[in-house]
């Protein structure tokens, strides 16, 4: 049974930094892509990041360009989100999901984490 769990989520006043972390077990890890999202209050989830399978390959949605950096270590079965520079606009919670190729949808992703809370103030 694969299971994805989520932390590092908080409260963190504008401009600050946080980094999520997510951790998975069930399946051999280093075989998936990995990508975050995020769903705000009200709004669809969003695309926020996804890395390749060896770590070499990654994508950010634009709003979060060169202020998120995705990284993983597959000896750890673990993907991280380093998040600078945070803005209001970044609240909301985030998912990391699994799946078998890089994508930017989130249909396309196979398992999913319970979700981290991340909430800005400014």
């Known amino acids: 049974q694969v299971q994805l769990v989520e932390s590092g989520g908080g409260l963190v006043q504008a401009g600050g930094s946080l980094r999520l972390s997510c951790t998975a077990s069930?399946?051999?890890?280093?075989?998936?892509?990995m990508g975050w999202f995020r769903q705000a209050p009200g709004k669809e989830r969003e695309f926020v990041s996804n890395?390749?399978?060896?770590?070499?390959?990654?994508d950010y949605a634009d709003s979060v360009k060169g202020r998120f950096t995705i990284s993983r270590d597959n000896a750890k079965n673990t993907v991280y989100l380093q998040m600078n520079s945070l803005k209001p606009d970044d609240t909301a919670v985030y998912y990391c999901?699994?799946?078998?190729?890089?994508?930017?949808?989130?249909?396309?992703?196979?398992?999913w984490g319970q979700g981290t809370q991340v909430t800005v103030s400014s």
């Open positions: 069930g399946r051999t890890f280093s075989s998936y892509a």
């Open positions: 890395i390749s399978r060896g770590g070499g390959s990654t």
């Open positions: 999901a699994e799946g078998p190729r890089r994508e930017y949808e989130y249909q396309a992703y196979d398992y």
